[in-house]
């Protein structure tokens, strides 16, 4: 804030009377202002830049610009908020090309010669130009799509809002909001920080004190931002993180659930890898199912006899060959007697074997599969 000088005065000052004395001061008024100061501080940057020798000045001409480079950033999400709230992405492709070139060249603006497009008087019709904010961003601003996804996501994180009902609901991480508006901190750490909170939330909401919990964490998280190295905040969030996690067993199953899965994890030296993460009941049985193929004295552990029983099956042919098929039927009469449940078809009984004679199909295999044991 200019000494001598508050914000009233300065819009009053550079949007001028308008030819009328007195009048009340207006949306295009404040942004005409916020325009005159963005180029009145680039001005004074060249300036001070130019200008200094001083290694003092310089050290306050450093903190004085960080300080710009925080307020920017909570004005950049202020204005992502604004342009959802209004719903800015719905505007005519007519309407973008015009504010782009006011944007170019905002002489006519500011001296109110030149007015900003019409608002649209009824719900825009057609394929719009921008298909939400996140787009919007993205293509008005020509910012990364990551960046301006980010910035969405933000709000709820760091502004404050409405809920359905309309009622107005705090940020989503209200300590570090304040530090993001007070430029207490760096922007982007700040961002880091509540994208790393938000996503320990599911395990902090299955704590008896979850309110309290979160607080408590988000209190410390912040002093670390305000005060510490990025590096020493990214370990003291793991460090939260691992202490939330420790004893998996008292976690809350609908918690347990979110992490399970089979990912795949890429290819190395030419093999497939996944991992597999499932519950507690499910790894009992996994390891019962393995247990059973590593023993050879189970029918899913008999390799040996796996393998004999698949090529006496592959061995029948001719005229013979549907006897033999019947006859494989698991009654307890015929070679596929021992075959385990999952080997046979159960419609019919019969083992999943080609009973075509080996090299009459293309298919054949040129000895049967047979289930490889299971990883230790």
Not at 78 to 83: K, P, R
Not at 229 to 244: C, E, N
């Amino acid at each position: 804030m200019l000494v001598g000088m508050d914000t009233t005065e300065f819009i009053a000052l550079a949007a001028g009377t308008r030819g009328a004395p007195g009048h009340p001061v207006s949306p295009d008024d404040e942004l005409r202002a916020l325009v005159q100061a963005q180029q009145i501080t680039r001005e004074l940057a060249r300036a001070v830049a130019t200008h200094t020798t001083s290694p003092t000045r310089a050290a306050l001409f450093a903190r004085v610009a960080e300080d710009e480079h925080r307020a920017a950033a909570h004005t950049r999400l202020l204005a992502a908020d604004t342009a959802r709230r209004t719903l800015a992405h719905e505007l005519p492709e007519d309407t973008f090309d015009a504010l782009a070139a006011i944007h170019r060249d905002p002489s006519g603006y500011l001296a109110g010669t030149t007015a900003l497009p019409q608002d649209p008087r009824t719900v825009p019709t057609g394929r719009p130009v921008f298909r939400d904010t996140t787009e919007f961003l993205a293509g008005f601003l020509h910012i990364g799509s990551f960046e301006a996804r980010e910035r969405v996501h933000s709000i709820d994180r760091l502004l404050p809002g409405t809920n359905i009902h309309g009622q107005p609901v705090p940020p989503r991480f209200p300590v570090l909001a304040g530090d993001l508006a007070s430029g207490a901190a760096d922007p982007g750490q700040i961002g880091a920080a509540a994208r790393k909170l938000e996503a320990l939330a599911p395990i902090v909401d299955g704590h008896p004190d979850a309110a309290i919990l979160a607080g408590t964490l988000e209190n410390r998280v912040a002093e670390s931002v305000r005060r510490e190295d990025p590096r020493t905040t990214a370990k003291l969030l793991a460090g939260i993180q691992t202490s939330l996690e420790r004893g998996p067993e008292d976690l809350p199953e609908e918690v347990l659930r979110t992490r399970t899965g089979l990912f795949h994890r890429g290819t190395t030296g030419g093999l497939g890898e996944f991992l597999l993460r499932t519950l507690p009941r499910d790894t009992e049985a996994l390891l019962a199912l393995c247990a059973s193929t590593d023993n050879p004295r189970t029918k899913a552990g008999d390799r040996d006899g796996l393998l004999q029983q698949a090529l006496a099956a592959n061995s029948v042919t001719g005229p013979n060959a549907s006897n033999a098929q019947s006859a494989t039927s698991p009654d307890g009469n015929g070679p596929a007697a021992g075959f385990p449940d999952f080997l046979t078809d159960p419609a019919t009984g019969a083992p999943l074997t080609d009973p075509e004679p080996s090299g009459t199909s293309p298919w054949t295999p040129t000895e049967p599969a047979i289930p490889p044991p299971c990883p230790t």
